[in-house]
């Protein structure tokens, strides 16, 4: 947008956005609003919409504007127009009234508070804003000083820790302040729900950002009334919500403040004090306030946790140990939503109880852990009355996957055996019912992997008891037993003569409709564990595969399977291992051939979608482990050339499609790692044929596939250049794509597979590839790559540099090694300083803290070779940071860039180095 729009052109726009029925104008509308956002006329329009407040909706899109321009577009605004921009902001707020929408009332405190945040000049703009509307109730000072700490740690707004930190301590030199404008206000408000509600989420936030302290808020009546709202049996349930987030709030700060023990065993007497509460909720069935509740007693007892492992000792529990009861109080909620709330806790006790290995102080809380399996399963009871299996998706099925999860990770407190037995005690009782048999069963197999293989007690009658079921038996209950099954199989592996009977409940399941992927995924978790006893069973499963498509089994449920029969047949006698692998193979590559030859349009999912058939080969291929000796032929290698003819068509028949040529390239990596070296014959024409199609389409999963011929082959003198040539090949069509505008953004996975490839040149012919007439265009990619947010792609980047520079200084012993060195010198002595700036400045302004780890392994490398020139390439990196941030306040002192350039010289491991980077990116963001 070259010119400023007339007001009249944004009214009619945004009238049609939000009133014209024609979707076409509508688009129109919304896409020429978001350029005018873009452009630098949007301060003035939005300015001036707002002073007119013609209608709603122009107003919401100025306030809206004028949020996101504060937000991501300060950069905009010379810092002589910043007062002006608060000035009117602060009229356009003045001006709010009750009737005004709630939605341009955020949007215009949101705008403020960051204007606040970003504008170093505006000194204590928290008492500028209680003195200028503190004493009108109409205005929204609350949103206000809500939403200035929330925003603080703001990414978006890249304040830096030197700006946050003074904020904070404007924020806490206002404390007094606020307290007593807090105390004001539910004066004014009595019982007044939307006020005190938004008190006490004002109250939250800035005890969130730790502004108010633990010792300020002892007696406050903020958190006197909050525990009296809680208290109320008839209290709204928004304004229940916001007392409750106020008191969750200090809980989380308790945590980390020991030295408050007043407020802590205030707060604890408030808390346990809210059972009675909990109890009138749940006759009232008002499950809004039970959540509520139930998440006070479970941070209250997070907050605790240390506390009470601490401070129990001599088998004499901690005071504070009686929150697990109310915990598991609401555990024992009829609706499952509420026990979910808790599932943190738990798993934070058993990692801490993990860690410490500490018998005695393990066995106090067994009697909590198998309180929490009996009611979890008593939760994971499916109606009596439901016919048929959980539905896949529905909350229900999700809940109690996290349940067996959660169980698999507790039950070492009260032993997996001992859980075991009780859920089969349970399943005994004569009141047992099938809805309670099943959720029993469904406990037994979270924890049967666990159960020792020489178990002879109840194991055995669990067993015989599924075999046994009588066929009027609940679907449910065959199917998890089916999956029981499975998850014995390392027990049936030690006791063999369960297998038969096993074997053949599974294939009678197997042609039922409901439980045929249980029953595959049965028989692959058996066939993984009893590969030494299968073999004699192997042509029952050759007949079982025939069959499988008359079976309603998922594709994922065959290829579980498949894997599972690959897996035997390298346990198969030498001489019939390729007889076997074949008629598996053919079982699925003659439906591929049939596809090709006869043209058969694909269709996703069905018989007619290659990628189907192609999944089980790789499947196959995957898992095979034959162990051949030097010398012999690989038993699979006639199978996999006679399968190539068929996997070459496919490339060409499919070429458009990516989706297929992705499984196909699969299929032949899992072959070829297969094969090894033995598969040699295939390498000229496969590369060919890859270059050809790459040339054509340019699907980066032939650079993958690519990366994987080189592993295997690089290391073979004679096959080298021939792989260098490929990479030559592939080069020019791959830099045509990411010259593209945002090529690297848009293509991330080809950005990915391109530098895995050069990777793996680095390890298996490094110098071939520092010689390669491609090597400099490679490396100006890559530098150009370091600030590219996509996470593998930039993981691939940064592992190319690594194995770069590692190329330098590895296998000393080596007669290439002085060339390697010579190589990789000249290329950092020309390089160097552009990757370490490059690399730094993608840590601070570009990539999220989790991809930082990579890049500190390339630096570390770098220091490992050569500190001295590390030294001086971050020297001049760290000299061209910016000084001040876009609100003039100062990034980085130069005391904090000299202690970064000190400490990362220092740093002896890259998880240092990572710690480092990610102090120094906070200091901008």
């Not at 969130?208 to 300020?216: K, M, N, P, R």
């Not at 992705?662 to 790692?673: G, K, N």
Request: proline share 4%; hydrophobic share 40%; charged share 20%.
């Amino acid at each position: 947008m070259e010119t400023p729009p007339s007001l009249e052109t944004v009214y009619q726009a945004v009238y049609t956005l939000y009133h014209n029925a024609d979707t076409t104008e509508k688009e129109k509308a919304s896409w020429w609003l978001g350029e005018l956002q873009k452009s630098v006329f949007s301060w003035k329009v939005a300015d001036e919409i707002l002073h007119t407040r013609t209608d709603l909706e122009s107003c919401y899109f100025a306030a809206q504007t004028m949020r996101t321009k504060i937000q991501l577009s300060f950069h905009e605004l010379p810092p002589e127009a910043y007062i002006s921009l608060r000035d009117s902001l602060l009229e356009h707020i003045s001006k709010v009234t009750k009737s005004t929408n709630s939605a341009i009332v955020t949007q215009l405190c949101l705008a403020l508070a960051d204007l606040a945040l970003q504008m170093s000049s505006w000194n204590r703009p928290v008492l500028d804003l209680i003195n200028r509307f503190g004493s009108s109730s109409d205005a929204p000072l609350l949103e206000l000083l809500t939403v200035l700490p929330e925003d603080v740690s703001s990414r978006a707004l890249r304040l830096g820790a030197n700006r946050r930190q003074e904020i904070l301590q404007d924020f806490i030199a206002c404390v007094p302040n606020v307290l007593e404008y807090f105390k004001e206000c539910l004066a004014r408000a009595g019982d007044n729900p939307q006020i005190q509600s938004k008190v006490f989420c004002c109250f939250t936030s800035w005890v969130s950002v730790q502004a108010i302290t633990l010792s300020e808020v002892t007696d406050n009546i903020v958190i006197i009334t909050a525990f009296h709202i809680l208290t109320k049996e008839l209290s709204d349930n928004s304004l229940h919500v916001s007392a409750a987030d106020c008191v969750c709030s200090l809980l989380q700060c308790l945590e980390t403040n020991n030295n408050q023990q007043a407020l802590e065993l205030r707060l604890f007497t408030g808390v346990i004090s809210l059972e009675e509460a909990y109890y009138m909720a749940v006759v009232h069935e008002d499950q809004e306030k039970c959540l509520n509740y139930c998440r006070i007693f479970t941070e209250l007892a997070e907050s605790f946790l240390e506390k009470i492992l601490r401070g129990t000792s001599d088998g004499k529990p901690h005071f504070a140990i009686k929150i697990f009861d109310l915990v598991l109080m609401c555990v024992g909620h009829h609706d499952f939503e509420v026990a979910i709330i808790t599932f943190n806790l738990w798993y934070r006790l058993s990692e801490s109880l993990y860690d410490k290995n500490n018998d005695s102080l393990t066995n106090i809380f067994k009697p909590y852990v198998e309180r929490l399996i009996e009611a979890l399963c008593r939760h994971c009871q499916i109606e009596p009355d439901h016919e048929g299996l959980l539905a896949e998706g529905d909350d229900f099925p999700d809940f109690r996957k996290k349940v067996s999860e959660l169980i698999r990770d507790v039950v070492f407190i009260v032993g997996s055996s001992n859980c075991f037995r009780q859920m089969f005690l349970n399943i005994q009782s004569p009141t047992t019912t099938w809805d309670t048999s099943e959720a029993a069963l469904f406990i037994m197999q979270s924890v049967a992997k666990n159960i020792l293989p020489e178990e002879n007690d109840v194991v055995p009658k669990v067993v015989e008891a599924i075999l046994n079921l009588p066929p009027n038996t609940h679907i449910a209950v065959r199917y998890t037993s089916l999956l029981l099954l499975g998850e014995l199989c390392e027990w049936i592996e030690k006791h063999p003569q369960s297998l038969e009977p096993v074997l053949n409940l599974v294939l009678y399941c197997l042609q039922q409709a409901q439980l045929a992927n249980a029953a595959a995924n049965c028989l692959q978790s058996i066939c993984t564990s009893c590969r030494e006893h299968m073999a004699v069973h192997f042509s029952g499963l050759i007949q079982i595969l025939q069959s499988l498509d008359t079976f309603s089994i998922s594709n994922e449920a065959v290829i579980g399977l498949l894997k599972g029969v690959a897996v035997i047949l390298g346990k198969l006698p030498p001489e019939q291992i390729h007889q076997a692998v074949k008629e598996v193979c053919l079982i699925q590559i003659k439906p591929l051939c049939q596809l090709v030859e006869n043209d058969i349009a694909p269709a996703r999912w069905t018989k007619t979608d290659p990628t189907v058939w192609l999944d089980r080969l790789a499947a196959i291929f995957r898992d095979i482990n034959v162990n051949i000796r030097n010398g012999e032929l690989h038993p699979c290698q006639g199978v996999i050339t006679e399968i190539w003819p068929v996997l070459s068509s496919t490339f060409t028949k499919y070429q458009a499609d990516s989706r297929i040529m992705e499984r196909c390239c699969r299929c032949l990596r899992f072959a070829i790692r297969c094969l090894g070296k033995q598969s040699v014959h295939l390498l000229e024409p496969l590369v060919k044929q890859m270059v050809t199609l790459y040339t054509q389409r340019q699907h980066s999963c032939f650079l993958y596939l690519g990366s994987i011929l080189v592993d295997e082959y690089a290391c073979e003198p004679g096959c080298v250049q021939g792989l260098l040539d490929m990479l030559q090949a592939f080069i020019i069509p791959t830099f045509n794509l990411l010259q593209q505008a945002n090529g690297l953004k848009y293509h991330p996975d080809t950005v990915d597979d391109l530098f895995r490839l050069c990777a793996r040149f680095l390890q298996r012919a490094p110098v071939a590839f520092l010689t390669a007439p491609a090597l400099n265009s490679i490396l100006d990619c890559a530098l150009t790559a370091t600030d590219l947010v996509h996470r593998d792609a930039n993981s691939s980047v940064m592992k190319f540099f690594y194995d770069l520079v590692h190329a330098g200084r590895n296998h000393e012993d080596r007669e290439d090694f002085q060339v390697r060195k010579r190589l990789v010198a000249n290329i950092l002595h020309e390089r160097g300083q552009d990757l370490v700036s490059n690399l730094i400045h993608a840590c601070v302004f570009c990539l999220q803290s989790y991809m930082l780890a990579d890049v500190a392994d390339a630096i570390m490398e770098l220091m490992l070779l050569d500190r001295e020139a590390v030294s001086k390439w971050i020297e001049h990196a760290i000299k061209i940071m910016p000084t001040q941030n876009r609100g003039g306040s100062i990034t980085a002192t130069h005391k904090q860039l000299e202690d970064f350039h000190r400490s990362i010289l220092s740093a002896d491991n890259s998880k240092s180095v990572t710690h480092i980077l990610k102090d120094f990116a906070r200091l901008y963001c």
